[in-house]
């Protein structure tokens, strides 16, 4: 799928040269997506190139928040070109499948997408690579991670007590497979009503802390509940595009800056044992 020369990712056509971000949650609906595109959005702020594959199966909806207007061209049956949204690269099933054909029928088809998305799509030279995995700790993200073994694990949680006893098990999913944590996103943390400012933990407190330490890793950041972020969203307007001074748009700049500053560059001796697959 691809090799490392140089601590860089090479591809077919293309590179990455900083990190590959595995976006991952215990179960659906917690806002995984929402988080990969507006971080995806947040790093390319700070100057990074950025793509994303959406390699969730049942939803695909990276294309719809990302305001993805284009399908991915073929040139010669070999080659994908892949849409970009202000500079940001992105390829997801939706584009492949018919989204009515049931879900049963795109699981099979998601392994052999996930080689072509990295060996055939014209990525050129990246700085970040997002990959939305499927919701949960089943086959389906079990099985990209193994594909992919020098992803780093992101997880998005909300602060529900259901949802980061789920989101802990990826820990150990991502400890077993030696895969690299790179902290928690807190989504869904409060709500702050317009009129007092006062702060409703409608999900819980301190779940996303809960999780970060259950998995020694870093909390990287709180979000609100907000609807204008879910307008947004439905819009295909990433916030930070539309409105970089709002609230959530800071809050997924100090994301951003936390994993910019994190360690970047990729480990030649994993190549060997496990890019056989
Ligand atoms: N912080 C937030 N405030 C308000 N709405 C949000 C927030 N985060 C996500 N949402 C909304 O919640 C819904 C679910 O979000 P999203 O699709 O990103 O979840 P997901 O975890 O990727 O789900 P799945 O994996 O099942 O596809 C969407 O309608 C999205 O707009």
Same mark, same amino acid.
């Given at each position: 799928?691809?090799?490392? /020369?140089?601590?860089?990712?090479?591809?077919?056509? !293309?590179?990455? @040269?900083?990190?590959?971000?595995? /976006?991952?949650?215990?179960?659906?609906? $917690?806002?995984?997506?929402?988080?990969?595109?507006?971080?995806?959005?947040? %790093?390319?702020?700070?100057?990074?190139?950025?793509?994303?594959?959406?390699?969730?199966?049942?939803?695909?909806?990276?294309?719809?928040?990302?305001?993805?207007?284009?399908?991915?061209?073929? $040139?010669?049956?070999?080659?994908?070109?892949?849409?970009?949204?202000?500079?940001?690269?992105?390829?997801?099933?939706?584009?492949?499948?018919?989204?009515?054909?049931?879900?049963?029928?795109?699981? &099979?088809? #998601?392994?052999?997408?996930?080689?072509?998305?990295?060996?055939?799509?014209?990525?050129?030279?990246?700085?970040?690579? %997002?990959?939305?995995?499927?919701?949960?700790?089943?086959?389906? &993200?079990?099985?990209?991670?193994?594909?992919?073994?020098?992803?780093?694990? #992101?997880?998005?949680?909300?602060?529900?007590?259901?949802?980061?006893?789920?989101?802990?098990?990826? !820990? @150990?999913?991502?400890?077993?497979?030696?895969?690299?944590?790179?902290?928690?996103?807190?989504?869904?943390?409060?709500?702050?009503?317009?009129?007092? !400012?006062?702060?409703?933990?409608?999900?819980?407190?301190?779940?996303?802390?809960?999780?970060?330490?259950?998995?020694?890793?870093?909390?990287?950041?709180?979000?609100?509940?907000?609807?204008? %972020?879910?307008?947004?969203?439905?819009?295909?307007?990433?916030?930070?595009?539309?409105?970089?001074?709002?609230?959530?748009?800071?809050?997924?700049?100090?994301?951003?800056?936390?994993? $910019?500053?994190?360690?970047?560059?990729?480990?030649?001796?994993?190549?060997?044992?496990?890019?056989?697959?």
């Amino acid at each position: 799928m691809y090799s490392v /020369v140089n601590k860089k990712i090479k591809l077919e056509h !293309g590179s990455i @040269k900083k990190k590959i971000i595995a /976006v991952a949650s215990g179960k659906g609906g $917690v806002g995984k997506s929402t988080v990969t595109v507006n971080l995806a959005t947040a %790093l390319a702020e700070l100057g990074n190139k950025v793509g994303i594959i959406d390699a969730d199966v049942r939803g695909f909806s990276i294309p719809r928040i990302l305001g993805v207007s284009t399908k991915p061209k073929a $040139v010669d049956e070999k080659e994908i070109i892949p849409p970009e949204v202000k500079g940001i690269k992105s390829i997801s099933m939706g584009s492949f499948v018919d989204e009515n054909s049931p879900v049963i029928w795109r699981a &099979p088809l #998601l392994g052999g997408a996930l080689e072509q998305f990295f060996k055939d799509v014209r990525w050129g030279d990246l700085d970040y690579l %997002l990959l939305d995995l499927p919701p949960g700790t089943g086959d389906m &993200p079990l099985n990209i991670m193994q594909k992919v073994p020098h992803a780093d694990i #992101l997880v998005v949680t909300t602060p529900q007590v259901t949802a980061t006893k789920v989101a802990g098990r990826i !820990g @150990k999913m991502a400890e077993k497979m030696k895969l690299n944590l790179l902290g928690v996103v807190e989504n869904m943390a409060y709500y702050q009503c317009n009129n007092c !400012g006062q702060k409703e933990y409608i999900f819980g407190e301190n779940g996303g802390q809960y999780l970060a330490d259950y998995m020694e890793t870093e909390l990287l950041g709180q979000l609100p509940l907000i609807s204008e %972020l879910r307008q947004r969203s439905d819009a295909g307007q990433p916030a930070i595009f539309a409105d970089p001074d709002s609230l959530i748009s800071r809050e997924f700049i100090k994301i951003a800056q936390k994993l $910019v500053a994190q360690d970047s560059g990729f480990d030649e001796s994993i190549q060997a044992a496990q890019l056989k697959m």
